[in-house]
């Protein structure tokens, strides 16, 4: 137990890490005047970073496990926050970004195989709950360091690669078992991975389409709909505290049922509360309770599908299997809010809740196929209700 706390607090020190240094690039940039769709690139190279690093995590856990990996990682974001401020140069800091993301992809996706690995199914869903829920309340407390800058612009990228190193210290005392080698006719392709969980999987996808998609485009299809800057800000934080609320809640239910039937269930939920967004004002209490509510049934979609991938996949394809879960959520984060920007510019403002609707309505359908017709992907659900 002692070794799962370090893990998950490790982790929620390096979301309270990742969420100062994201938002504080992004409004250094604007400060100084920096177009707005360049600003975006630049943010959108991390995530580039994620895709691109997905091939090499696998071999690296299997080769140097994963504590030495989620240790390189941190360093090499230590290494990354620190060159932010010696190399003050726009074309520098997306080569900075690119490199931070590569180091928390390794971060991740090392912390996810290492849970996943070490927790029994029966607790496995409350379990990566928690571990969602602790990099949730990091990335809601780490924009509060901006506020450092007025000690000076080096204060908020130390502190953060102050918390970086956390993980790298508090780690060398926790052991870890080595990997089984996987060799020869026992090592499955990608492909083969991918059909032994495709809705498991797929649940990534969904949840950074989503995630991205509401980063991108809720601010536009909020102002769109007449919304104030102030009741922007308050809507995103009920979206968010929706999120963090239902995390363990969902993450018991998981346990006690079925996974897959528990994913489809809140997504059925959640397609709900987006389309009765488009019948809303912007404004208006009912328009703020419908987005927690909503932010409360699919927040924890990447904490549940991880646990999923832990029922489905054997130990020894765990390392596969989460770089291909946190590729898809690379892939959704990138494609969701150009689709969702493009959706408000053709067809207007509510298009984009409906957009997200039926992205949640075809990832249930899929769910049903691969339940009802098992031969269509290796249907492995061992907690049964």
């Given at each position: 137990?002692?070794?799962?706390?370090?893990?998950?607090?490790?982790?929620?020190?390096?979301?309270?890490?990742?969420?100062?240094?994201?938002?504080?690039?992004?409004?250094?940039?604007?400060?100084?005047?920096?177009?707005?769709?360049?600003?975006?690139?630049?943010?959108?190279?991390?995530?580039?970073?994620?895709?691109?690093?997905?091939?090499?995590?696998?071999?690296?856990?299997?080769?140097?496990?994963?504590?030495?990996?989620?240790?390189?990682?941190?360093?090499?974001?230590?290494?990354?926050?620190?060159?932010?401020?010696?190399?003050?140069?726009?074309?520098?800091?997306?080569?900075?970004?690119?490199?931070?993301?590569?180091?928390?992809?390794?971060?991740?996706?090392?912390?996810?195989?290492?849970?996943n690995r070490i927790v029994e199914a029966s607790r496995r869903g409350r379990i990566f709950a928690m571990y969602g829920l602790s990099i949730g309340i990091g990335m809601a407390i780490g924009p509060q360091g901006i506020n450092l800058l007025s000690y000076g612009v080096w204060v908020p990228f130390i502190l953060?690669?102050?918390?970086?190193?956390?993980?790298?210290?508090?780690?060398?005392?926790?052991?870890?078992?080595?990997?089984?080698?996987?060799?020869?006719?026992?090592?499955?392709?990608?492909?083969?991975?991918?059909?032994?969980?495709?809705?498991?999987?797929?649940?990534?996808?969904?949840?950074?389409?989503?995630?991205?998609?509401?980063?991108?485009?809720?601010?536009?299809?909020?102002?769109?709909?007449?919304?104030?800057?102030?009741?922007?800000?308050?809507?995103?934080?009920?979206?968010?505290?929706?999120?963090?609320?239902?995390?363990?809640?969902?993450?018991?239910?998981?346990?006690?049922?079925?996974?897959?039937?528990?994913?489809?269930?809140?997504?059925?939920?959640?397609?709900?509360?987006?389309?009765?967004?488009?019948?809303?004002?912007?404004?208006?209490?009912?328009?703020?309770?419908?987005?927690?509510?909503?932010?409360?049934?699919?927040?924890?979609?990447?904490?549940?599908?991880?646990?999923?991938?832990?029922?489905?996949?054997?130990?020894?394809?765990?390392?596969?299997?989460?770089?291909?879960?946190?590729?898809?959520?690379?892939?959704?984060?990138?494609?969701?809010?150009?689709?969702?920007?493009?959706?408000?510019?053709?067809?207007?403002?509510?298009?984009?809740?409906?957009?997200?609707?039926?992205?949640?309505?075809?990832?249930?359908?899929?769910?049903?196929?691969?339940?009802?017709?098992?031969?269509?992907?290796?249907?492995?659900?061992?907690?049964?209700?």
């Amino acid at each position: 137990m002692k070794r799962l706390i370090a893990i998950i607090l490790s982790i929620g020190i390096a979301g309270l890490s990742q969420g100062l240094v994201i938002p504080l690039l992004a409004f250094l940039l604007e400060r100084r005047g920096v177009n707005e769709l360049i600003n975006g690139l630049s943010t959108t190279s991390l995530f580039l970073a994620v895709l691109a690093a997905s091939p090499f995590i696998e071999p690296a856990i299997r080769k140097y496990g994963a504590k030495r990996v989620i240790q390189g990682g941190a360093v090499l974001s230590i290494l990354s926050v620190l060159a932010f401020p010696l190399f003050d140069h726009l074309y520098a800091w997306i080569f900075f970004r690119f490199l931070m993301g590569i180091g928390l992809s390794a971060l991740y996706v090392a912390t996810e195989v290492w849970i996943n690995r070490i927790v029994e199914a029966s607790r496995r869903g409350r379990i990566f709950a928690m571990y969602g829920l602790s990099i949730g309340i990091g990335m809601a407390i780490g924009p509060q360091g901006i506020n450092l800058l007025s000690y000076g612009v080096w204060v908020p990228f130390i502190l953060s690669a102050i918390l970086f190193a956390i993980p790298v210290i508090l780690l060398q005392f926790v052991p870890e078992e080595p990997f089984e080698i996987v060799e020869g006719n026992k090592r499955y392709s990608w492909r083969a991975i991918i059909l032994m969980a495709p809705f498991a999987l797929s649940t990534s996808f969904v949840y950074g389409f989503i995630e991205g998609g509401l980063a991108g485009d809720f601010p536009i299809y909020a102002l769109r709909k007449g919304a104030s800057a102030e009741e922007l800000s308050l809507a995103l934080t009920f979206f968010t505290l929706g999120s963090t609320v239902l995390q363990i809640p969902l993450g018991f239910l998981s346990d006690r049922y079925s996974r897959g039937k528990t994913l489809m269930v809140t997504c059925v939920f959640g397609a709900l509360g987006f389309a009765l967004l488009s019948f809303i004002e912007s404004s208006g209490m009912l328009f703020l309770w419908i987005l927690g509510y909503t932010g409360g049934v699919i927040g924890s979609l990447y904490s549940l599908g991880l646990a999923y991938v832990g029922d489905s996949i054997t130990s020894e394809h765990l390392p596969t299997a989460n770089v291909l879960y946190t590729a898809n959520y690379g892939v959704g984060s990138i494609l969701g809010p150009s689709v969702g920007a493009l959706m408000i510019q053709v067809w207007g403002p509510d298009a984009f809740p409906w957009l997200l609707a039926g992205l949640l309505g075809i990832y249930v359908i899929f769910g049903v196929i691969t339940r009802v017709y098992p031969s269509f992907g290796k249907h492995d659900d061992p907690i049964t209700g």
